[in-house]
């Protein structure tokens, strides 16, 4: 039996993912020093950013949980590579936070502070999606872990579905240089391609339809 079960895994990482996305909501604060007759003005103009990036930090991190039980529920056996992937993507998941906080405080200004600030987020989403990748290739290496797999060429489609994010990021990065509101926008179409079951050999194995 391996040290860890599936089930440990399983919680822990749901405590690492339900811990990264509470933190988002410490960015949203209640504008402070407002002249009468300017809340309104004050919540929506100076915060704009902020609710942005709380919203498609939710959705990206949210998605990544999705995928995250997606690819591990089907899982049989837990081995040493597959805990220390998991502990790799995990790591990129708890970072998230941060980077999104440099993009509330800085989007709206503009200039050089948003591009930088937009090439850190794109960073650590890139991070998460290569470890995700890598996660996803172990998972479907062999049957070992999964216990059966669909053909080769299925294998082998699944993960090119599943890999194109990290090209993606890699655009989006670059663009961040550029438009740091459309490489925001980007990442939030790329949430929602993943809300979809990019990796559905490991969330049905054995299936040969």
């Known amino acids: 039996m391996p040290a860890v079960t599936k089930n440990r895994l399983e919680a822990f990482s749901d405590g690492v993912f339900a811990i990264a996305i509470t933190l988002l ?3 949203l604060r209640a504008p402070a020093h407002v002249p009468p007759g300017r809340l309104a003005h004050d919540l929506w103009w100076n915060l704009w950013p902020n609710y942005l990036a709380y919203a498609i930090s939710f959705l990206v991190i949210g998605v990544m949980w999705l995928n995250h039980h997606r690819m591990i529920d089907p899982v049989q056996w837990v081995d040493t590579p597959l805990l220390l992937l998991n502990l790799h993507l995990l790591l990129w998941t708890a970072l998230l936070p941060f980077p999104t906080s440099v993009v509330a405080e800085h989007l709206r200004d503009g200039g050089s502070n948003a591009k930088v600030a937009m090439a850190l ?3 650590v989403v890139l991070g998460a999606a290569v ?3 890598c996660l996803f290739g172990w998972l479907t290496r062999d ?23 990290v ?9 961040s240089f550029v438009s740091p509101l459309l490489a925001l926008l980007m990442h939030a ?9 990019q990796s559905a050999v490991a969330a049905r194995p054995g299936d040969e339809g």
Do not use: C, H, N, W
């Open 131 to 133: 470890a995700f990748v």
């Open 25 to 27: 909501v410490i960015d």
């Open 167 to 175: 090209l993606v990021y890699s655009v989006a990065l670059a663009l």
């Open 189 to 197: 179409a790329m949430a929602l391609y993943y809300a979809f079951d």
């Open 143 to 165: 049957e070992r872990i999964l216990g059966s797999l669909p053909p080769k060429p299925e294998v082998r489609r699944a993960r090119q579905r599943f890999g194109l994010g």
């Open 121 to 123: 987020y794109g960073f």
